[in-house]
């Protein structure tokens, strides 16, 4: 399995950005793809999820409301629409894939990660 990552960027609190993550390798069916993000100094967060078939979605409570998670099966892309963007939201954007039907918060459940696209929120 193998995941990219791309779309990061510098956009002011407020605005909006949308990342993707092509994913290949195998088909994804039974996958469970999820985006989390690591900012300077802390811990990787969940940010949100969803699973491959069925396309039901799963947000971490600091985004909820804000992004959306989407996925494109005939182009294999995981895309995360990002709104009414915080400075809070600055950090590394990494896409991952999980082998299951569970979605899992943890970034320990996730065998296959892209790479990190950084993106960053200015007042």
């Known amino acids: 399995v193998q995941l990219q990552a791309f779309g990061g960027g510098l956009v002011q609190a407020g605005g909006s950005l949308r990342l993707s993550c092509v994913a290949s390798?195998?088909?994804?069916?039974?996958?469970?793809m999820g985006w989390f993000r690591q900012a300077p100094g802390k811990g990787r967060e969940f940010v949100a999820a969803?699973?491959?078939?069925?396309?039901?979605?799963y947000y971490g409570d600091s985004v909820k409301g804000r992004f959306t998670i989407s996925r494109d099966n005939a182009k294999n892309m995981v895309y995360l629409q990002m709104n009414s963007l915080k400075m809070e939201d600055t950090a590394i954007y990494y896409c991952a894939a999980r082998s299951s039907l569970v979605i899992h918060m943890s970034h320990t459940q996730y065998s296959y990660w892209g790479q990190g696209t950084q993106v960053t929120v200015s007042s």
């Open positions: 390798g195998r088909t994804f069916n039974n996958y469970v």
């Open positions: 969803i699973r491959w078939s069925a396309g039901s979605t």
